[in-house]
């Protein structure tokens, strides 16, 4: 069974601009979970969605956004890029919210906003 | 609050000393303890998972255990590939959104 996939695996931006991120989840898995990871904050949860819906949100601004599609493959976006955006994104796939769900991660992308 | 906290921050050990990674937890109605794996610039890799305590799981050299309180990931005769950043996760409540550690980073030096 395929694992978790995202790409881009790394990316550069500059200030300002906007990235899209994309995540296949596991065959099968309908939760996708997105999270920001960085040196001094680790983990950060930024929201998670199951079938089609956001049901968790992290605290983090509203140039965060993203979204599910009927094959589970998810999206994140982030517009007006900051430096402090700079940071490993990782997406993780779960299979069934009805019981303790592992996630499973993915490689991650890599931005670097410059 | 729902809080997890990992102890040590960093474990440098030599090949072959065994020793133990800590995850404590204040929360209402564990549901689950997660341990994962992550090596620098990757993914986390599942390790293991927790419902009660009492429960034990092992895996190569590695076993975890769950307390009403907390969690310990015991690492028997390390090898240098058994470096990396230990990170422990609690599902808990009516929320399924995951509450992690800040990890632990461990070096095992040959």
């Known amino acids: 069974k395929a694992g978790v996939t995202q790409t881009p695996r790394y990316l550069i931006k500059t200030r300002g601009q906007q990235v899209t991120l994309s995540c296949s989840p596991i065959s099968g898995h309908r939760s996708v979970s997105w999270y920001q990871q960085t040196p001094g904050q680790g983990l950060q949860f930024l929201f998670e969605y199951f079938s089609e819906t956001q049901r968790n949100k992290g605290n983090f601004p509203g140039r965060f956004s993203g979204r599910q599609f009927s094959n589970s493959r998810s999206e994140m976006n982030v517009s007006t890029l900051e430096l402090g955006d700079s940071a490993l994104y990782l997406c993780?796939?779960?299979?069934?919210?009805?019981?303790?769900?592992?996630?499973?991660f993915g490689p991650g992308t890599r931005l670097t906003v410059l | 609050e729902d809080q997890v906290t990992q102890s040590p921050e960093a474990l440098r050990l030599q090949e072959g000393e065994s020793s133990s990674l800590n995850c404590s937890y204040t929360v209402s109605g564990l549901r689950g303890l997660f341990w994962y794996r992550q090596d620098p610039g990757k993914g986390p890799e599942f390790l293991f998972t927790l419902y009660s305590a009492g429960e034990e799981k092992e895996k190569e050299r590695l076993k975890a255990t769950l307390t009403k309180k907390e969690s310990f990931l015991h690492i028997t005769a390390p090898k240098p590939e058994d470096s990396a950043t230990y990170l422990c996760a609690v599902q808990a409540g009516s929320n399924y959104q995951l509450i992690w550690g800040a990890g632990t980073k461990l070096i095992i030096k040959p």
């Open positions: 993780a796939s779960s299979a069934d919210r009805g019981s303790t769900d592992t996630q499973y």
